[in-house]
């Protein structure tokens, strides 16, 4: 009797320990799954981000100023400021002055010249006469003083590499010449140097 008692105790061990092992199995099944789906639900929602971030366009629009302003004086039937867009040419821009009056003298202007954002057009009438040196020069052959490059200003008398370089700074900082004395304003360049200019140059 006292075999068996102790067998069956033995047995009944076993058992609850082969219960007990079962148990810790099935736990560590179940705890390991959710695991698994939690992977996998975050790598599903990387993809998903990524391919958000790849579908959505970059539209970055760049506001480019689009219109510029001409002032129009002389011999054209409605003189004043018009509104144009870059790359226009002088002929359409007087086209929208009201075209040449019956006065102008239409072979000093350049009608296929671009304008430039307050440049001034200045239409000639016929009595006005050219009393300088230079009266055969056209203002086709003179430098555009607010156009101009380096390069094209060195060629003016008087103007060297430093003055050249100064008249350039004082444009970009200070903005377009708008007469020929704005020139006396720039470091270096005086009332003598002006007016050997005068021939040669175009202002604005």
Same mark, same amino acid.
Not at 49 to 77: C, F, R
């Given at each position: 009797m006292k075999w068996l008692k102790e067998h069956i105790i033995l047995v009944s061990f076993l058992l609850l320990l082969l219960f007990g092992f079962g148990l810790e199995l099935v736990r560590n099944v179940r705890q390991s799954t959710p695991q698994l789906n939690s992977a996998n639900a975050?790598?599903? @929602?990387? %993809?998903?981000?990524?391919?958000? =971030?790849? %579908? =959505? $366009?970059?539209? @970055? #629009?760049?506001?480019?100023?689009?219109?510029? &302003?001409?002032?129009?004086?002389? +011999?054209?039937?409605? $003189?004043?400021?018009? !509104?144009?867009?870059?790359?226009?040419?002088?002929? /359409?821009?007087? @086209?929208? +002055?009201?075209?040449?009056?019956? #006065? &102008? /003298? =239409? %072979? @000093? !202007?350049?009608? +296929?010249?671009?304008?430039? %954002?307050?440049?001034?057009?200045?239409?000639?009438?016929?009595?006005? =006469?050219?009393?300088?040196?230079?009266?055969?020069?056209?203002?086709?052959?003179?430098?555009?003083?607010?156009? +101009?490059t380096q390069a094209e200003l060195e060629t003016l008398p008087g103007i060297g590499a430093t003055k050249a370089q100064a008249m350039i700074e004082y444009r970009e900082a200070n903005g377009l010449f708008n007469t020929i004395d704005d020139l006396e304003k720039v470091n270096g360049i005086g009332k003598k140097t002006v007016e050997q200019l005068s021939e040669h140059v175009v202002v604005p």
């Open positions: 975050t790598f599903t @929602q990387f %993809d998903d981000h990524e391919l958000i =971030q790849v %579908d =959505q $366009p970059l539209e @970055q #629009e760049e506001q480019v100023n689009s219109e510029i &302003a001409v002032d129009v004086k002389g +011999a054209v039937e409605s $003189p004043g400021v018009y !509104i144009v867009s870059p790359h226009t040419r002088i002929k /359409d821009v007087i @086209q929208q +002055a009201g075209g040449f009056n019956q #006065e &102008a /003298d =239409q %072979d @000093q !202007i350049n009608l +296929a010249e671009k304008v430039y %954002d307050e440049m001034v057009i200045y239409v000639p009438y016929f009595t006005e =006469q050219n009393n300088s040196v230079s009266h055969n020069m056209s203002n086709h052959d003179k430098i555009k003083v607010n156009l +101009a």
